[in-house]
């Protein structure tokens, strides 16, 4: 497993943009497909984006298409998530996450399950 922490979140108004990074060391980054996930207080943890080991894949849910961009560099083991034109139900805790490790280089997996090594979260705040 390796280890994950988050940077970059905040409070924005909504139609505005953040960056979020997410850290990763002890172990091969390029090895983990990456996602970051979100989370409402009383709500389940939900898949938001996610990228493939190798970086050629990238999966959104709808919701979020067209506003957020994943991307990752193995060479800083990072990955990022920008979003834009925030809306005010994106308002969460954010957390990075790296699969299980033995997927194919261009696969992105979708399911919480599918992912074994979490970030502690960080907020996400749109203001109206």
């Known amino acids: 497993q390796v280890q994950l922490v988050e940077s970059g979140g905040g409070l924005v108004q909504a139609g505005g943009s953040l960056r979020l990074s997410c850290a990763a060391s002890g172990g091969t980054f390029s090895r983990y497909g990456m996602a970051w996930f979100r989370q409402v207080p009383g709500k389940e943890r939900d898949f938001v984006a996610g990228i493939s080991r190798n970086g050629a894949r990238t999966y959104y849910i709808n919701s979020v298409k067209g506003r957020f961009t994943i991307s990752r560099d193995n060479a800083k083991n990072t990955v990022y998530l920008q979003l834009s034109s925030l809306k005010s139900e994106d308002t969460a805790v954010y957390y990075c996450?790296?699969?299980?490790?033995?997927?194919?280089?261009?696969?992105?997996?979708?399911?919480?399950?599918?992912?074994?090594?979490w970030g502690q979260g960080i907020q996400v705040t749109v203001s109206p």
């Open positions: 996450a790296a699969d299980r490790g033995h997927w194919a280089p261009d696969v992105v997996v979708n399911l919480r399950t599918d992912y074994t090594s």
